[in-house]
């Protein structure tokens, strides 16, 4: 279990990370959300032990990071941002590196480094330096050094930025097949990936959590849950006809189509109700669905609201 | 101890890996053979001895060394594995001193390179190879000492050539410290005691007796703390340093 304590991280007089607490369980893969230079990657950072927090405290199945760092990051397999490697080395290398530093001699060794290698399909690469190999490539060398010692903690800071989409398929799969008794902590701006393959989402915003639940408990908090997108064929207006139910929590105009609308629901499903009443009234409706609450509506209001309460 | 012995030979192969070492050694090799030679009129001196060799080293070194120094952490920095080597889990002053020790392995590699010098003056003549394996050992931790200083200035920057220039500068105060070039520069009236300490921290007054042959432990010592002082400051640089 990953426990982390009013965690606070400044630099200099800038706040990264603000009185953060949560935790994070076996089995649990969660997701880490946030504009750009919301404390995610500085949070990451303290959490595997490379910067030291200004207040609060980080413990990795009970161990301290600040404590007993050795201990700690024995747990941790990290992928930092970018994933940075030895360029000067080939693949094997610098894999037979990490395998030593983790304590992996002769045939585990061996075992463990064919194993990743057969896990990320690297080995085309084997025997190439790595400063010659191509992005996908080098973010698969991180990764494999990052899951060599089967770790328990896996934290992945943004790890399908600047792959192709098979790539980034082939690695969801690997982080779904890795999940199941670990701890995966994967930071990503793609909210796609989340719904993919996450168990639980976090959204931090200014170095605070804004938002923490399921990915369907998130996309519930948003305001096109439940709501019901009709395309009309002729004249109607909706939003008379729907002044005086309850269910309904308002239309919305399509800024583009001007025959589309979306019917907000006030909080319950009212795909049938909204049929029903179409077809009582003999509504010209050309298409009529149900649209799920998208992540990125629920990322855009909390991270939105939390900026016009710093401004107020 | 264990991981302080897989990052040396981590660093090493690197230095293998590329063009580096073979440059450094062939540079190195190249101009110390002009500098004796032709500087240090090894012939026309017509002693059996390495003193014109030896004697060109601090200045040698001002230039050389720096060169290796000056990635040791400013490309960790600069490419970001500082933050893949600090996550795993290794000691701090394994790091600091495994990348220290491979760069100066690689100064020791360039060194022994230098036999045939020492053949060359065997064959000429009959010197005193004590003397001869005592400036071996004296120039070789001096070297220490420069690179010691560089991983320092490697860990301020994470741009290599101000590391390099941060190191040549502080490394040649060190050199002439000891030299008549600075003590001279004091006024008349600066207490002896001031002049000697001065003197005392420099480069060539330990180098100097060394390579005359006498391998004084407080030379040694001297050294030894010099370079244990300077990686102290590394270490407490780069866990200073790493947050931006």
């Keep these: ?69 050795l201990e700690a990051k024995a747990l941790i397999g990290y992928l930092p941002e970018g994933a940075p490697c030895y360029g000067d080395m080939t693949t094997v290398e610098f894999l037979r ?85 670990k701890i995966v902590v994967v930071s990503t701006h793609i909210l796609e990936e989340v719904t993919a393959v996450c168990t639980r989402a976090i959204i931090i915003d200014e170095g605070r959590i804004v938002a923490d639940g399921t990915p369907a408990e998130l996309e ?63 509504w010209p409706v050309e298409e009529f669905h149900v649209r799920r609450g998208q992540l990125e509506d629920v990322f855009r209001t909390v991270t939105e609201e939390a900026n016009r309460r710093e401004a107020a | 101890m264990q991981n302080l012995g897989i990052i040396f030979r981590r660093e090493l192969m690197g230095y293998f890996a590329t063009p580096l070492a073979y440059v450094f050694i062939v540079i190195f090799l190249i101009t110390n053979g002009i500098f004796t030679f032709e500087l240090g009129g090894f012939y026309a001196r017509g002693q059996a001895d390495l003193m014109p060799f030896f004697g060109f080293h601090p200045w040698l070194y001002l230039f050389m060394v720096p060169a290796i120094a000056m990635a040791l952490w400013a490309d960790e920095r600069k490419t970001g594995t500082i933050e893949l080597l600090l996550t795993l889990p290794v000691k701090l002053a394994d790091a600091v001193i495994g990348k220290f020790l491979a760069a100066w392995a690689l100064t020791g590699i360039a060194l022994l390179l230098t036999f045939p010098i020492w053949i060359t003056v065997n064959y000429l003549g009959d010197p005193d190879n004590g003397v001869i394996l005592a400036s071996y050992i004296g120039s070789w931790f001096m070297a220490g000492a420069y690179l010691a200083i560089g991983s320092c200035m490697s860990a301020c920057t994470r741009n290599s050539v101000i590391a390099f220039i941060l190191t040549v500068s502080i490394c040649f105060l060190f050199v002439i410290m000891g030299s008549p070039i600075l003590l001279n520069a004091f006024p008349d009236w600066t207490p002896q005691v001031i002049v000697d300490a001065v003197a005392a921290l420099g480069f060539l007054t330990h180098f100097d007796s060394i390579s005359k042959g ?13 370079i244990a002082a300077w990686l102290l400051a590394s270490a407490i640089v780069i866990e200073i340093k790493k947050a931006n």
């Design chain 1, 1 to 69: 279990m990953i426990e982390i304590r009013n965690l606070t991280r400044k630099f200099d007089q800038v706040v990264a990370v603000d009185d953060l607490s949560f935790e994070v369980r076996e089995g649990e893969v969660l997701g880490f959300l946030g504009p750009n230079g919301a404390g995610k990657s500085t949070t990451m950072k303290v959490i595997t032990g490379f910067l030291a927090p200004s207040a609060g405290s980080v413990t990795i199945d009970g161990f301290d990071i600040g404590g007993q760092p």
């Design chain 1, 97 to 181: 590196f990490i395998a030593r530093i983790r304590g992996f001699r002769g045939e585990e060794a061996d075992r463990r480094i064919a194993g990743v290698m057969r896990d990320v399909a690297l080995k085309t690469v084997a025997h190439q330096t790595i400063e010659t190999l191509s992005k996908g490539f080098k973010r698969r060398v991180g990764l494999a050094q990052a899951i060599l010692h089967d770790p328990k903690v896996l934290i992945l800071d943004e790890p399908t930025d600047g792959l192709d989409p098979n790539q980034k398929n082939q690695v969801r799969e690997l982080i779904r097949n890795l999940a199941r008794d």
């Design chain 1, 220 to 282: 519930a908090r948003s305001r096109y849950h439940h709501a019901v997108e009709v395309r009309l064929a002729g004249e109607l207006d909706l939003a008379q006809e729907l002044a005086d139910v309850a269910e309904v929590a308002g239309v919305e105009q399509d800024r583009l189509d001007e025959a589309s609308f979306t019917i907000l629901s006030a909080g319950k499903p009212i795909f049938a109700r909204i049929s029903e009443l179409a077809q009582q009234r003999q």
């Design chain 2, 214 to 226: 006498v391998l004084d432990i407080r030379d040694v010592l001297y050294f030894s703390v010099f």
